[in-house]
């Protein structure tokens, strides 16, 4: 096999990347994909720094065992953590991370707040008070941790009154501000998009780093000469940490949403 030929290696701390997957999918639908969830760790977002960083390590070389011939990093909270640290190491082969889509949200806000969704480690991680400095000069970036969100994803809880509960509560306090946008800094918070939109109005948008991702992703492989040439459709192979086989379904099953 040449490396044009070699999969796609897919990285999340659980189901959260199929999200970034499944646009994959649609702009390159001819290559073939390697996924790995770590469901087993989730979530990573209330974990030690260094804790996701050895668990993020893991999973790369485990896509590199299947042969992987670019690794995309497709979870916030383990691009903050370690992506600095995995491209010192791999040299050899493109490492793609994630981050908050807060540039798009700045240039949509016509002054209006921004309110930025995520786990509490990757608002609490430098990567992401960096990226801070760079937008809150412009704009009211308002921070929203979401602990217990993943763990509710993970479950499959995606709709649903138990969802709207969660949404609820954390919003309520900002119901009454004009807010542009809200940007979801977790690859695990697409998927309840449309109970977002339902607390929120379709006035507020929303806005995810899948895209942005996936563009880089094409852009790296062009650079590296490693597009797939196949005309056929590509496959998808997806593992999980968990031993429950539940999971593997409902990634699947994310996956035709």
Not at 156 to 166: A, K, L, S, V
């Amino acid at each position: 096999m040449n490396n044009k030929e070699k999969p796609i290696g897919f990285f999340d701390s659980g189901v959260g990347g199929i999200s970034v997957l499944k646009e994959s999918l649609r702009v390159l639908p001819n290559e073939d994909f390697v996924y790995f969830g770590d469901s087993l760790n989730a979530p990573y977002g209330t974990k030690d720094v260094n804790e996701v960083k050895k668990l993020t390590f893991n999973a790369v070389d485990f896509l590199l065992d299947k042969g992987a011939k670019v690794v995309v990093i497709a979870c916030n909270t383990a691009t903050s953590a370690a992506i600095d640290a995995l491209r010192e190491k791999y040299t050899d082969i493109p490492i793609i991370g994630i981050e908050p889509a807060l540039k798009p949200a700045v240039e949509i806000s016509r002054g209006k707040s921004i309110i930025i969704m995520a786990t509490p480690m990757t608002l609490a991680e430098k990567k992401f008070s960096n990226l801070m400095d760079q937008y809150n000069k412009d704009v009211n970036i308002i921070s929203l941790p979401c602990a217990g969100l993943v763990e509710l994803i993970e479950n499959g809880i995606i709709e649903g009154d138990q969802i709207q509960r969660y949404l609820k509560d954390k919003l309520k306090e900002f119901m009454q501000i004009d807010v542009a946008s809200i940007v979801l800094g977790c690859t695990h918070y697409p998927f309840i998009k449309n109970e977002l939109i339902k607390i929120v109005g379709e006035k507020t948008i929303i806005i995810d780093g899948s895209i942005g991702t996936v563009n880089e992703l094409k852009r790296r492989l062009t650079r590296n000469n490693l597009l797939n040439e196949k005309k056929t459709k590509g496959i998808v192979t997806i593992h999980s940490s968990s031993i429950n086989n539940s999971t593997i379904d409902l990634s699947y099953k994310l996956l035709k949403l």
